[in-house]
């Protein structure tokens, strides 16, 4: 038994798996209902509006719905997607034991206490028939998958099997008199539309449970006198066929496994037993410590099972489904049913190749594991846990590829595991000394090479070389030189896959991905919070693959994604380019293309392959937050800078590649104060005064646009501040742009004007202004000010600037590697949409620089009344 | 477990014609003295191997063990024809003496001098006993120059016994089998391939693949894998040969190869065979004329 899921609760009494996700609900003693994710583990979403025990719960094929019956005689049908119950549907007299959804109809059928059947449409919420006959509990009833039929339990001693075709007919054709006729009949009679068909009777004691084969003319019951029943039944009559004797105390389950010809029941002795169906023997069981088993339930698709008990529900398959196979180049052998079979990738031709022995059906779960496979000697090992471990080798004869249905005299072993190490040898575990024996072709050993580490499988490293895996570490052992040549602490190690030319090794278990050199150095470690199930490396070094629900990558750097969901666990065998070969749980051979572009680009980008980035970008369609944080986050904010359409990211990602060009084209698109002025800071930054005038401008910055005209020397356009400061009647501004150009008598004109007339006196005085400085003396009278004597005062002028007019030397950006190439690519695609853009950045440029500001210009801005003295 | 083999590597390299990794990688720490001696054989036998002669002379004292002084005989006897007399003289009186005369290294360099004189039947008196891998593959390589393989097919049984996985025995093995040809072809093909997967590739591998691909008429692959190892050792004098043949076989040129090899080799069988054929060509044209 392999266990998926465990949970620990309050008494299990009814189980139900979603058709579609993986979802189970159990019913609990408590009354609580719980919605679990199996394979995430996680509890979803609880259910208590019942009073008291709930013991049966079923989920609807299709609809988001499920139903509850409990001790509270009420059936509730529940919506999962809305968190509530939708209605409650009343009638039993007593507790109700199980209820089912019919697979096609409206239909719930329902067992209870009350020692009736009840049949219900939950569209109109009304019973539409009572089946009446049993003369004790019911304990469990369900409809037949295809056939009009139910099959009921009961405490009575016997299993009934109902007809229900009269019920069928009417409720296909409901014409309204039949429909009030038969209300009437229910009422009167205790329904026509429902006919015990067969009763079966052999049980000792109280019937627990009785269940439909899926698809033959089977019954299965299980009783409190400890048996397990099988019943076949044809058109006319029903009879027993065996019982299956076994467990210690009632049997309180039992049921056909889908896909499998066996029996699996549970019962109150605390142990689950397997039955193969043909010989009518028990093939496994499993027991539980303290806890007895109450219910089971099959998945309606997969190959899972459910068991509830006293303190709690597991999950569980009984046997693995992953098929053994093993490349070899161009070719892969596996294993399907009890023949090795032949797929060729490049072809994809699959033949199948001999016949081996299959395991005997008294002991499950030992179907072949591990292949192993030597091209020049064409042999193949076997591996499976038949007594305890043990392998075939199987040479495949060269000519006679096909049909022979005779199985060759396989050569036997019993070991942990074998594996091929060279050509013509192959090694085997012996786990109890913990050696590893080397044998021959004819299985003869050649050699004994005792372990390095306390070893419990061997898995192939190279011609000569074994990994040896232990709990919690594996090595690489040289087996001629008995030399460990490299060693790694891991987690439990499932499978290793090595890359083709054998220089990297993934190391997959359960939870982990481990990929490390062919040494055993360690490179990266990949978590997943499912599990882990299969993967293979590309011819470019990226390691593919699956988890329980998706197909992701795992670059070398361990930056993973993922490429696609699964509906379906697969077992990837092989990838070549986009193409993906797999094998799927009915070990049959699937291709799957995806998409690489996302995982190729990383890589590229990761090798500093830019000619391929470059072209990438430029053919394929790559978007999404998710690649422009990527891109950000590794340092490569110019690149994504070609997938952004939005403005905001895009001027962001400009200012941060110093892309100045597509950032001032931005700034146009998005005009916010802020965005130009943080353009104004990453030009001054770059050095680019006319972007940083054109900022300035925008942003009606006349102080930093004077002091930058200043620095610039661009004396034209600071006389033509002093003009708009003027016009605006900023005195403030006219002073300072007066100072900056060095023109004292406007100084002293501002001064005046501003009626501070000792200062533009003194000014005009120490400037030597003479005419100017004794009419204001004249205009001040007594109030005179007094210049110092003596002092040699310095003039305050400006300093010539060091460079006139034009951009300044510009700072080196770093394009990179992505100049010319990616520029055009983004302007072609970019085209479209900002096409106007560019061409008006172009032309402004011009105006801004061949003409300045215009007076014209400052007349309508201030006319529009938008400068803000306050700004000054 | 056994011990680890300190020395395996080594020894392995030194098999397979890895001469200078024998070198390269002969700083082992924490050798017993009787592995250390060994080592030093199998480094100065990599030394002659690779024609550095006098510096095994140099630096082998008087006061070296006994199988240093044999290598040292077997570096004397290499370098000069001059020394071969002494040489073997001395040789002999080594084996004369009870006290060292049955020392396997011993044995082994008399048998190897004795094969270089052809005198097959002195090498086996002190070869045929045994006693270690390398004298029995010494073995079976005097049988198979004596053109006896069904000997050799007995040496390599006895090597097969001792272990069959044994550097020596397998490459023993694909001697043979190159020698009595035929489908044992495949056989000697597959083992020199699993050489190269398992080791690092020398010229002598390759050459051994090459052989095996002539035989079985690949002569395209033959030349691929000797233009490999002359990339290996540009001068390797059987390489040379290999390729000459190889392209004889193809139809194209071989002079540049064998003048190449007549310079470097004069002595070399290949060289000797075309000069005698040239030879009696010409007498055969002279008897004509």
Redesign the interface.
Known sequence: MLTKFETKSNRVKGLSFHSKRPWILASLHSGVIQLWDYRMGTLIDRFDEHDGPVRGVHFHKSQPLFVSGGDDYKIKVWNYKMHRCLFTLLGHLDYIRTVQFHNEYPWIVSASDDQTIRIWNWQSRTCISVLTGHNHYVMCATFHPKEDLVVSASLDQTVRVWDIGALRKKTVSPADDILRLSQMNTDLFGGVDAVVKYVLEGHDRGVNWAAFHPSLPLIVSGADDRQVKLWRMNDTKAWEVDTLRGHMNNVSCVMFHARQDIIVSNSEDKSIRVWDVTKRTGVQTFRREHDRFWILAAHPEMNLLAAGHDSGMIVFKLERERPAFSVSGDNLYYIKDRFLRLYEFSTQKDNQVIPIRRPGSTSLNQGPRTLSYSPTENAVLVCSDADGGSYELYIVPKDSIGRGDTVQEAKRGIGGSAIFVARNRFAVLDKSSNQVLVKNLKNEVVKKSGLPIATDAIFYAGTGNLLCRAEDKVVIFDLQQRLVLGDLQTPFVKYVVWSNDMESVALLSKHAIIIASKKLTHRCTLHETIRVKSGAWDDNGVFIYTTLNHIKYCLPNADSGIIRTLDVPIYITKVSGNTIFCLDRDGKNRTIVIDATEYVFKLSLLKKRYDQVMSMIRSSQLCGQAMIAYLQQKGFPEVALHFVKDERTRFNLALESGNIQIAVASAKEIDEKDHWYRLGVEALRQGNASIVEYAYQRTKNFERLSFLYLVTGNMDKLSKMLRIAEIKNDVMGQFHNALYLGDVKERVKILENAGHLPLAYVTAAVHGLQDVAERLAAELGDNVPTLPEGRVSSLLMPPSPILCGGDWPLLRVMKGIFEGGLDNAGRGAEEDDEEAAEGDWGEDLDIVDANGMQNGDIAVVVEDGEVQPALM | ??A??HL??LRNNFYLGAYQATINNSDIPHLPSDDAVEKDCLVYRSYIALGSYQLVINEIGSSAPTPLQVVKLLALYLSGSENKENTILRLQELLKDAAIGSNPTLRLIAGIIYMHEQDYNEALKHTNAGGTMELHALNVQIYLKMHRSDYAEKQLKIMLQID??HTLTQLANAWLNLAVGGSKIQEAY?IF??FS??FPMTGMILNGKAICCMHMGRFDEAESLLLEALNKDAKDAETLANLIVCSLHLGKSSSRYLSQLKLSYPDHMLVKRASAAEESFDRAIQANA
Do not use: I, N, S, T
């Open positions: 477990m056994a680890p083999d395996f590597a069959e996985d597959l391939q699993d997967e398992k």
